[in-house]
């Protein structure tokens, strides 16, 4: 049994190196994978446009197809870049779809698995855009949207992240409140924490409880992802990165 977790792709152009690398790796997988997860910001920006704009990422779709054409099960936690993410995934690509956080055993372990954009609290303004954005107006809104509408949804999204994400950064210690949120999971019988959303390539166990916490970095300069191998959580990098000159 083998299940491997992904996030933070955040791909744009299928001429990326990230976008190259992350189809070379997705085919390594065919017939060999039993689920994949994939916990958000896959996508630099991706909403379920019933017009399909996004057809830069045409590539991808069609490695997750073949993927799940040879028995892989797709379970797609939405990030904040990926949200809404309409019919392409519920339908071709039958994927099971998170909105949210959830508690699932996986390979006999209970596992906490989220995107990992609501665990700082303290992030108000963050989350306030992130409630009006997953309204059920802004849901139903996206079936008139023209498709223009998608490139300029997109380009003020990403400047925002963009500009937040550094400032973000310095002012908060990401391991300390992963670690504090990992501890209060293992209070609520909670055995392992999987988020993305932070770009902290981190697994830590929680002294004495068997707790792991494993944070999946990210595909863009880390090339980390998240594998399950007999019930344990492992932090993986992949190795076919070409060197940096």
């Known amino acids: 049994m083998r299940t491997i977790f992904l996030a933070d ?12 690398l992350l189809l070379r790796f997705l085919h390594t997988l065919e017939g060999e994978l039993d689920t994949l997860y994939i916990m958000g910001d896959l996508f630099d920006f991706w909403l379920g446009f019933p017009s399909h704009p996004f057809t830069q990422y045409d590539a991808v779709l069609d490695a997750l197809e073949r993927l799940v054409a040879r028995g892989c099960k797709l379970v797609y936690f939405e990030g904040n870049h990926d949200f809404h993410l309409g019919t392409i ?3 071709r ?5 998170h909105d949210r956080p959830v508690i699932e055993s996986v390979q006999g372990k209970r596992l906490y698995l989220c995107h990992g954009d609501q665990i700082n609290r303290e992030d108000r303004g963050y989350r306030l855009l992130r ?10 809104s996206i079936m008139h949207f023209p498709p223009s509408w998608a490139e300029a949804i997109k380009k003020r999204l990403q400047k925002q992240s963009q500009s937040g994400y550094d400032m973000k ?3 908060w210690d990401y391991r300390r409140i992963l670690l504090d ?3 209060f999971l293992q209070e609520q019988g909670c055995e392992g924490l999987v988020t993305g959303h932070f770009h902290l390539a981190l697994r830590e166990e929680l002294p004495e409880t068997g707790f792991t916490l494993l944070s999946l970095g990210d595909w863009m300069e880390k090339f980390t992802y998240g594998e399950m191998l007999d019930g344990n959580l492992q932090l993986m990098t992949y190795s076919d990165v070409p060197p940096t000159v």
Do not use: G, M, W
């Open 181 to 183: 949120y990992s501890r």
């Open 9 to 20: 792709a955040h791909l744009v152009s299928p001429e990326d190196t990230n976008y190259q």
């Open 89 to 91: 995934f519920s339908k």
């Open 93 to 97: 690509l039958k994927a099971e779809i």
């Open 131 to 140: 409630y009006l954005l997953r309204t059920p107006l802004v849901a139903t």
């Open 169 to 171: 950064s310095a002012r």
